[in-house]
């Protein structure tokens, strides 16, 4: 009977362990919530929309920080549609803005990770494991600590997947075409609708993507829209992809062959390494002739987006939950010491080129992705989407 009890309670340990990692990523954030961040180019944005200004103004922090220096200002880098989705927060004190935005974020994140474990069929302890496990990646503290909503399209990007492996077209177009509009480079999943032949998830992801912005140019203006595609992202994108904090392959090739005597390396770089990355994609749909299985496309098309953008950060790596539950649920044994390799270099926090004193060239995250990205283009075997309400069936390897 002693036993049957344990066993029964046997969750409350994996829960524990939950709560903990979700306390963790909400009291990191907690010194923060008073410091200039991300978060703080939407706060006044949508303050000075709100008193019938311009969201791309320079603006003075002290909107946000009444303590900053009134000459200290900056300039939003965003999308409208994402300036616009945080507005509401600049109802309240940042301070309160940046807690409920770190808040909703882990919530949502605990949210995808459940989704994620239902579709691997995993049983309550390893689900709530799953969970824990996801919440401590150190890409989630960094996305609560500075304000951003990279946790917010992980969970519609595993929304989209889920509904997709249902069949849910239209669904799965909507949800990733929310996070298009928010930030560009899920727009990669709407052309991988296209190739797996799910053309109404596409077509539902354009409306979602062009009505979403429709919206936001009526209630900021053309003009923002305008200024937005004409100046912020191309600014925006020639600042930041020099960073040393930056994941993507532009980011390494600008760090390691920056030349003033040879600016072509750069160049050759970046789409060198693009070209790659699209190669290897190529290659895995043609092994499977272009096959319709939402598997192989989120796992293939995850890692490419974030190699494939100017700019990716460390707290978009929890989005690669999916291809490596994916990689996890299909793929044959003789893969899986390969899978474990890349899964711990995911969940490497540095940034930096170099490890013990050699170069990496890549940082280790990025060389995590890249692996990730090779495994799920190898042949394997393929799972099988499971009916709504119902786990995944996986076929055995062979």
């Known amino acids: 009977m002693s036993t049957l009890s344990a066993h029964r309670y046997s969750w409350l340990l994996p829960l524990a362990f939950l ?123 960094s996305c609560t600590v500075v304000g951003n909503t990279s946790l917010l399209l992980a969970g519609l990007i595993v929304l989209g997947w889920r509904a997709l492996r249902r069949d849910c077209e239209i669904a799965a177009g909507v949800y990733i075409g929310l996070a298009t509009a928010m930030k560009l480079y899920p727009g990669l999943l709407v052309v991988g609708f296209g190739a797996i032949g799910r053309f109404r998830a596409a077509v539902s992801a354009g409306i979602t993507v062009v009505g979403v912005w429709a919206v936001s140019a009526a209630l900021v203006g053309v003009d923002e829209i305008e200024t937005y595609i004409s100046i912020r992202a191309g600014e925006n ?102 899978l474990m390799v890349v899964v711990a270099a995911l969940y490497f926090s540095s940034h930096s080129d170099s490890l013990l004193g050699y170069t990496t060239i890549l940082p280790i995250p990025t060389w995590g992705m890249l692996g990730v990205l090779v495994l799920a283009a190898l042949p394997r075997c393929e799972s099988t989407p499971a009916a709504a309400g119902s786990p995944p069936s996986v076929t055995p390897s062979s």
Do not use: C
């Open 19 to 141: 709560v903990a990692a979700a306390f963790w990523g909400l009291a990191a954030s907690w010194p923060y919530r008073t410091l200039e961040s991300d978060l703080t180019q939407d706060y006044i944005s949508a303050r000075s929309w709100f008193d019938g200004g311009s969201i791309y103004a320079s603006l003075s922090t002290h909107l946000a920080h009444p303590n900053n220096d009134p000459d200290r200002t900056r300039v939003n880098d965003h999308p409208p549609p994402y300036i616009v989705a945080l507005s509401p927060l600049a109802l309240f004190p940042f301070s309160i803005a940046h807690t409920l935005l770190a808040a909703l974020s882990l919530v949502v994140l605990a949210g995808a990770g459940v989704l994620v474990a239902r579709e691997m069929a995993l049983n309550t302890n390893q689900s709530l494991l799953l969970v824990a496990v996801l919440l401590l990646h150190s890409g989630v503290r």
């Open 237 to 338: 994108a020639n600042r930041e992809v020099t960073n040393p904090h930056n994941l993507s392959l532009a980011g390494a090739a600008h760090r390691h062959l920056r030349s003033p005597d040879h600016p072509q390396l750069v160049a050759a770089g970046v789409w060198g390494g693009r070209a790659l990355v699209l190669t290897i994609v190529a290659v895995g749909f043609a092994w499977r002739r272009w096959e319709t299985s939402p598997d192989t496309m989120f796992a293939m098309l995850i890692p490419a987006m974030l190699l494939l953008s100017p700019i990716t950060w460390l707290h978009a790596v929890p989005m690669m939950v999916v291809p490596v539950a994916i990689l996890i649920q299909s793929h044959p044994r003789k893969y899986r010491l390969p």
